[in-house]
């Protein structure tokens, strides 16, 4: 895959990510540990960034560990840029529930399929995922206390986050355990869908 | 490629510890404390300190039951570093199920600890925060309630201490083997263990103003050991980390103390206090240090490769780091 198809494949990505944002009310954990582990334990406690730092990590962990580090700077880096620029533009917290859900569905397919991904696209696919969901926690942390030690602590959740679970992952390739990889990519595809069919039922279905 | 990543990474450590610094300057965690005393059936002696500096203190103001009478007026006075006010209350019911707010809460970083000691002996102790700003007091404490508070307070003391993490983190830049990170980690614990026990009993007293300068120092000292280490040199801290981790670690001790003695506990408290508190600092120090060996070890297995000068950035983050708060604390304290 060309260099050119993955950029186009990623920024189409974004789009429909950016196109399916909606306001939604502000939050964040509350650790009682002040804002920079508020911060840090966002990615942990949010399912959405938590099932997709897991997927690209798995989808990483079949390429081995070059394919690891060079998901875990595109995601971080991604992220970090999304975080500071929606903590410094935003005027509301925004959401993209149905795009979430595909982003889990497409990425626990690919694991659960073992999909080849070059290198190259997931690097750009990575940097576009870490920018809209750095957008996303960037604007949340901006209206729930307004505090940059928040986005702080969110960027050093996400990079321990993937180091950790891309290191994880490549070990039990590495050991021929590929298996719980494809295993743990069924789980996130099943609660993507799951995601996906409620939002469109509570788009389609009139309320009452 | 390894290379520009390993550049890349090292760079935001850089930007993120200097974007930290200034906010980590000063390790405070001063909590303000609420004591109710029953002194008979109906009555209570109250005791509200709140963390002053000079004559200015925190507004932070109790709010007692509406159906609670003062006694006494308060009488309140400035000392060290504190506001304290004491007055007497009658409550009809011995403030069961009653509600006691702390106002200005919600607006304030800090915390605020609500001991009551009933007659017989029995004691709650309560943690409120800027989310939970009110207490409903309980008919029947448990010893277990008041426990968990003091743990949460070792937590949240360690983690919210940036200056005691990066001494451990500067010690772990140090050790090279599983055995020598035992050993020093536990001599570690077991020195600031010895020094917070001995200050929390109020048998040793260190100045605030000297043992901030004192910790500063200590993270300042352990900059050029990692860079030496790095070098292959040798020297009693690289070759026998535990002994500068006890040696300092009885500094730390005291600075740990200081999130137990500005509560002004009475004795009979402490031993479950300390106890509680310093096992919540062992869970904190403990869940740190193994963060930071997995995201190690996870570095190790993705190939980063560590050129000399991205190698070398831990010691100088650690350095910098350490001559900032000894020069800020310095300058604070003349």
């Not at chain 1, 966002?42 to 690891?68: E, K, M, Q, R, Y």
């Not at chain 1, 694991?111 to 949340?140: D, E, F, H």
């Not at chain 2, 993120?16 to 008979?40: C, D, F, G, M, N």
């Not at chain 2, 309630?145 to 983190?169: E, M």
């Amino acid at each position: 895959m060309s260099a050119r198809t993955s950029f186009g494949m990623a920024i189409t990505a974004f789009g429909a990510i950016l196109c399916a944002v909606q306001p939604a009310s502000a939050h964040l954990v509350s650790t009682e540990l002040g804002p920079f582990y508020d911060g840090a334990a966002h990615p942990l406690v949010t399912p959405d960034d938590l099932l997709t730092i897991l997927g690209l990590a798995a989808l990483a962990a079949f390429g081995g560990p070059a394919s690891g580090r060079r998901l875990l700077v595109a995601l971080v880096v991604g992220w970090s840029v999304g975080l500071v620029l929606a903590f410094g533009l935003a005027h509301r917290e925004w959401q993209a529930p149905i795009a979430t859900a595909c982003t889990l569905l497409v990425l626990g397919v690919a694991t659960l399929l073992k999909v080849p991904v070059p290198t190259l696209l997931l690097v750009a696919v990575g940097a576009v995922i870490g920018l809209a969901r750095g957008a996303l926690n960037g604007s949340a942390a901006r209206m729930a206390d307004g505090q940059w030690l928040s986005i702080v602590g969110i960027a050093a959740g996400v990079f321990a986050l993937t180091c950790m679970s891309a290191a994880l992952g490549v070990v039990l390739e590495k050991r021929g355990w590929s298996i719980a990889l494809r295993v743990g990519g069924s789980w996130i595809a099943a609660i993507g869908l799951l995601l996906l069919g409620w939002q469109l039922r509570t788009m389609l279905v009139p309320a009452g | 490629m390894s290379v520009v990543l390993s550049r890349t990474l090292a760079l935001l450590a850089l930007v993120l510890a200097s974007a930290i610094a200034p906010r980590a300057a000063a390790h405070e965690v001063r909590p303000a404390y609420l004591e109710l005393k029953q002194t008979s059936a109906d009555t209570f002696d109250v005791v509200w300190k709140v963390p002053a500096r000079g004559d200015m203190r925190l507004g932070l103001y109790v709010r007692l039951p509406a159906d609670c009478v003062n006694l006494t007026e308060p009488q309140g006075m400035f000392t060290d570093e504190a506001f304290v006010e004491r007055w007497s209350i009658r409550h009809p019911d011995a403030l069961a199920g009653a509600t006691i707010h702390i106002d200005g809460l919600a607006t304030m970083l800090t915390d605020v600890l609500v001991r009551i000691e009933r007659l017989d002996g029995t004691v709650t102790v309560t943690q409120l925060k800027p989310t939970n700003t009110s207490l409903v007091v309980p008919a029947a404490p448990t010893w277990w309630q008041s426990a968990a508070t003091y743990l949460g307070i070792g937590i949240k003391h360690i983690l919210g201490g940036v200056d005691h993490l990066l001494f451990v983190f500067g010690l772990l830049c140090l050790v090279h083997n599983r055995w020598m990170l035992l050993k020093t980690i536990t001599a570690f614990t077991v020195a600031h263990s010895i020094t917070l026990a001995i200050a929390t009993f109020g048998y040793a007293h260190a100045p605030a103003a000297a043992l901030n300068i004192l910790i500063a120092l200590s993270i300042l000292f352990l900059g050029p050991e990692i860079v030496r280490s790095y070098r292959g040199q040798h020297s009693l801290t690289i070759d026998h980390p535990w002994i500068v981790a006890f040696a300092f670690g009885l500094l730390h001790g005291f600075g740990f103390a200081s999130g137990l003695t500005e509560l002004g506990l009475p004795r009979s408290e402490i031993p479950l206090a300390l106890l509680m508190f310093n096992v919540g600092v062992e869970i904190g120090q403990l869940g740190f240090v193994a963060i930071m060996l997995g995201v190690w070890q996870s570095l190790k297995v993705l190939g980063f490769r560590m050129e000399a000068w991205t190698a070398l950035l831990p010691a100088y983050i650690i350095g910098t780091l350490g001559a900032f708060w000894t020069i800020g604390r310095i300058v604070a304290a003349f």
